[in-house]
């Protein structure tokens, strides 16, 4: 019953389009906003954790069925695999096919798997240094300290010359809080 009535305030907001103009002329009518603030906020935190154990409960269930599926896949691809290896001790190039389906092993491969560490240290100490690669960023902090803005984006450095790539966009933040 609590759900449905959520519902019915849920559409009584989207209803909700055309509002009466107000204006604030005095203190209360500042508070009365932040009152308003605090509500719309509450009623929102609300709808959102109505809404995310609603959610909670639909990840469950499908990671339940998710775990069901892969349990039943990995039993019935190891009952492949047993035949496969079967066959394979009569047949070394034996590949299951039928018209529903194939199962074989692929080519023997070879993974390389490196100690990025103790490899950099090697490479380093053999001075191997074409094999070792070395990020460039821009220091921002240093930069901002040596430039100087001379005019709305001309910014230069301090042998006066003009530096490219920087523009200053200026902005000023709004807060409130309730």
């Known amino acids: 019953m609590e759900n449905l009535k959520m519902i019915d305030e849920i559409e009584d907001v989207e209803v909700e389009e055309k509002r009466e103009v107000f204006e604030?002329?005095?203190?209360?009518g500042a508070d009365w906003c932040f009152e308003r603030l605090k509500g719309i906020k509450a009623n929102?935190?609300?709808r959102k954790a109505y809404a995310e154990?609603?959610?909670?409960?639909?990840?469950?269930?499908?990671e339940a069925e998710e775990k069901k599926a892969a349990d039943d896949i990995a039993y019935f691809?190891?009952?492949?695999?047993i035949y496969t290896d079967k066959r394979l001790e009569e047949d070394k190039d034996f590949k299951l096919k039928t018209a529903k389906g194939s199962a074989?092993?692929?080519k023997v491969q070879k993974k390389w798997n490196y100690d990025e560490e103790v490899l950099l240290k090697d490479l380093e100490d053999k001075h191997l240094e074409d094999y070792i690669k070395i990020k460039k960023s821009i220091d921002k902090t240093k930069l901002n300290k040596d430039l100087n803005l001379v005019a709305d984006n001309i910014v230069v450095d301090?042998?006066?010359?003009?530096?490219?790539?920087?523009?200053?966009?200026?902005?000023?933040?709004?807060n409130v809080k309730y």
């Open 24 to 28: 604030i002329n005095s203190l209360s």
């Open 158 to 174: 301090g042998n006066g010359e003009i530096v490219e790539g920087i523009t200053i966009i200026e902005f000023r933040n709004f």
């Open 44 to 46: 929102l935190e609300e």
């Open 104 to 106: 074989s092993y692929g």
């Open 53 to 62: 154990e609603e959610i909670k409960k639909y990840k469950e269930y499908i």
């Open 77 to 81: 691809e190891g009952l492949l695999r």
